[in-house]
């Protein structure tokens, strides 16, 4: 059964840089695209991005200018990093994969 | 952008009532449409995919069609669980997108 486990900063501080991880068990990187899903508070969910294991990654053109989803394929391993947080960005991160296979979503709130 | 129009928003329903909820798309998709069911402070889960196909291990009374650019899940008889927000995806062209979502609640 796939695994996905992730991690991060709970609490940022505004202009600060969102950083979580996921961690993928029982499952190679290889052949899929893993991606980042965000739910602000009671609000809807939006893609963020993805990625596939040689690293060729796809984003929603309304956040590209400030993610960076990245692969470590000796870990097992994808990445999210967000920068220049405001508190728009407060929200629960998901990753997922195949669209059944979710982490455990990280909720990050960005308050001054 | 593709914009997944989902109605309606909410609804109220009794137990073993029949449910029809519908995203539209702005333009084709082919099948590459998935439904997902969300509880509060659950993780999305996946209903349907491929417009139609049942995710293993989810009730038959769940189904997913499509005609055209319209996508339907339906609820055959509605059962105590299955009172949740529930959302659309299209992942045939980027940027994904996801319906506005429908909250079901209990009459």
């Known amino acids: 059964q796939v695994q996905l486990q992730q991690w991060g900063a709970g609490l940022l501080k505004p202009s600060e840089t969102l950083s979580l991880t996921c961690a993928v068990y029982?499952?190679?990187?290889?052949?899929?695209?893993w991606n980042w899903i965000r739910q602000p508070p009671g609000k809807g969910l939006e893609w963020i991005g993805q990625?596939?294991?040689?690293?060729?990654?796809n984003y929603n053109p309304s956040l590209k200018s400030r993610v960076t989803i990245s692969v470590d394929t000796s870990r097992n391993q994808f990445s999210l990093k967000l920068n220049s947080v405001t508190a728009a960005d407060t929200a629960v991160y998901y990753c997922?994969?195949?669209?059944?296979?979710w982490g455990q979503g990280t909720l990050v709130t960005v308050s001054p | 952008d593709i914009q997944m129009t989902q109605s309606p928003s909410a609804m109220s329903a009794s137990v073993g009532d029949r449910v029809t909820i519908t995203c539209r798309a702005s333009?084709?998709?082919?099948?590459?449409l998935a439904w997902f069911q969300q509880k509060p402070g659950k993780v999305p889960k996946r209903l349907i995919y491929?417009?139609?196909s049942l995710q293993s291990g989810v009730p038959s009374r769940f189904s997913g069609s499509a005609s055209g650019t319209e996508f339907t899940l339906t609820i055959s008889s509605l059962q105590p669980e299955d009172f949740a927000t529930y959302y659309c995806?299209?992942?045939?062209?980027?940027?994904?997108?996801f319906g506005q979502g429908t909250k079901l609640e209990i009459k």
């Open positions: 997922t994969t195949g669209w059944a296979y």
């Open positions: 029982n499952w190679s990187l290889s052949g899929y695209y």
């Open positions: 990625i596939n294991h040689s690293g060729t990654t």
């Open positions: 333009q084709g998709i082919s099948n590459h």
């Open positions: 491929a417009s139609s």
């Open positions: 995806l299209q992942h045939n062209s980027y940027p994904y997108t």
